[in-house]
């Protein structure tokens, strides 16, 4: 072997190391005996009894491989929101599905478009496919569908929007959705990410579900990982054209979903009621958390979703690195959002009554200069 040849060594393609590893809000702080976990949107009610019982009865099975094809999800799926199960596709967390529809319409020399404070993953879906991210700006951290236009060129092959949007909490009214559709050349593919769909309270929201079904270049993803409670489960779903379901459908893992993620997940979606409390309890709650803290002082982005972006001043003393650092050592964990581009802001998740309060009271002590 010659000594040219024995320093060759495996690269990954141009791209792939330019990703910014994605990493999840934080879920321990050491020495803490009791833990308020508000940095991941989970909800505080956890999943359907039902949907426990469901996964505990697939203990029997684990020798055995899952339904390649989801079935008994897709079309409990299907009965819930009144859709062919046949224009549905599940993944392993919505996650997978938003990489599968770069990796099937994008690739080298394409663009991708996302908002400015839009979820990580889609600019890491549009690099893992060879394309090239583009942000588009946004107005008072709300996607601006004039913006996402200006930035569409011959080269555009996907645009991601997530309505409502993570970390901010905003939305776009559904008329915008479709003005930013129908300025969109027909092959250009718009993904509408509804991961918060459930909790929006708007009248003039939609998640797009019939726009998915009517038009040729739209998609709709949802997850359970946020109201359903089955975030370790990974189960995400997706509803489209027909062709769009049959390209991912060649490329996704043959059995992409375990045995107790199906059976979990289609629990879920037909428990209404467990889904109604969640509601419930975040509509009460949400809006506690926004006047408490704007009782403080600090400014709070409305927010459809289930958190709140709070903002903090650039102020030796009051600034989100040390109000996360003060909240952390009070067992309290929130997001820091600086990599959303927000480096003065806190996300924190809607918890429980007990998880609310905590949060409050160790804000509220920050600011008084305690423990500082």
Request: proline share 7%; charged share 20%.
């Amino acid at each position: 072997m010659s000594a040219s040849s024995s320093a060759l060594r495996p690269l990954p393609r141009p791209g792939v190391l330019a990703i910014e590893a994605y990493v999840p809000g934080k879920s321990a702080a050491p020495g803490v005996a009791k833990i308020h976990k508000l940095s991941s949107n989970e909800t505080p009610l956890g999943p359907s009894p039902r949907a426990v019982e469901a996964l505990q009865a697939e203990a029997g099975t684990l020798a055995l491989y899952p339904d390649g094809t989801s079935a008994r999800l897709r079309e409990a799926i299907g009965a819930r929101y009144g859709l062919d199960p046949a224009r549905i596709v599940c993944g392993a967390g919505s996650d997978e599905l938003l990489t599968l529809l770069a990796l099937a319409f994008v690739g080298p020399g394409d663009e991708g478009i996302f908002c400015e404070h839009g979820f990580l993953v889609y600019r890491i879906a549009i690099l893992t496919a060879g394309g090239t991210p583009v942000v588009a700006p946004e107005t008072d951290l709300t996607a601006n569908v004039d913006a996402i236009l200006a930035a569409v060129t011959p080269r555009t092959r996907i645009v991601y929007l997530a309505n409502p949007n993570n970390p901010t909490g905003t939305y776009l009214p559904f008329d915008e959705v479709r003005r930013l559709h129908a300025g969109l050349p027909g092959n250009v593919l718009l993904v509408l990410d509804g991961a918060y769909a459930e909790y929006v309270r708007a009248n003039d929201y939609s998640a797009g579900r019939e726009m998915a079904l009517e038009a040729g270049n739209v998609v709709m993803t949802r997850t359970f990982s946020k109201i359903h409670g089955l975030a370790a489960q990974r189960i995400g779903w997706m509803v489209g054209p027909e062709p769009v379901v049959d390209a991912l459908n060649r490329i996704r893992g043959p059995f992409n979903l375990s045995a107790g993620a199906i059976a979990a997940g289609a629990a879920a979606i037909a428990d209404d009621a467990h889904v109604a409390k969640a509601i419930a309890h975040n509509d009460e709650w949400l809006a506690w958390l926004a006047r408490e803290v704007e009782a403080l002082g600090l400014t709070v982005t409305p927010s459809v979703g289930n958190f709140l972006l709070i903002h903090f001043p650039d102020t030796p003393g009051r600034t989100a690195a040390e109000a996360d650092a003060h909240l952390t050592r009070a067992g309290v964990i929130v997001r820091r959002v600086t990599s959303y581009g927000l480096p003065d802001a806190l996300r924190v998740t809607v918890g429980s009554a007990e998880s609310n309060r905590a949060f409050v009271a160790a804000l509220t002590g920050f600011l008084r200069g305690e423990g500082a």
